[in-house]
């Protein structure tokens, strides 16, 4: 699986970003698309997923701001982050979980920039 991730930029303390992420490959092995994010020096934290089964979830810190969608027949998720804080300045990776080793495959990474 292939994951290719756009739409990071520089915004402004309270603005809004989307994220969009297209997976190429074996389809058919994804159990989840999602989002994670990684300031340097500390750990990779979970933003967002979405299952094939309809289950969506979010990290404790996103408190309503960010919305995961997914278009199934596109092999795309999309992150609607509104509301953004200079510290949700991160690298931004985009997930698929597979049914398969190895299990987690991440994307190239987009960086988003909030400026206070």
């Known amino acids: 699986v292939q994951l290719q991730a756009s739409g990071g930029g520089l915004v402004q303390d309270g603005g809004s970003l989307r994220l969009s992420c297209t997976a190429s490959?074996?389809?058919?092995?994804?159990?989840?698309l999602g989002w994670y994010r990684q300031v340097p020096g500390k750990q990779r934290e979970m933003v967002a997923t979405?299952?094939?089964?309809?289950?969506?979830g979010y990290g404790g810190f996103v408190k309503d701001r960010f919305t995961i969608t997914r278009d199934a027949a596109k092999n795309t998720v999309y992150l609607q982050m509104n509301s953004l804080k200079p510290e949700d300045t991160a690298v931004y990776y985009c997930?698929?979980?597979?049914?398969?080793?190895?299990?987690?495959?991440y994307g190239q990474g987009t960086l988003v920039t909030v400026s206070s």
């Open positions: 997930n698929a979980g597979l049914v398969h080793n190895p299990y987690n495959v």
């Open positions: 490959g074996d389809i058919a092995s994804i159990t989840a």
């Open positions: 979405a299952t094939t089964s309809g289950f969506v």
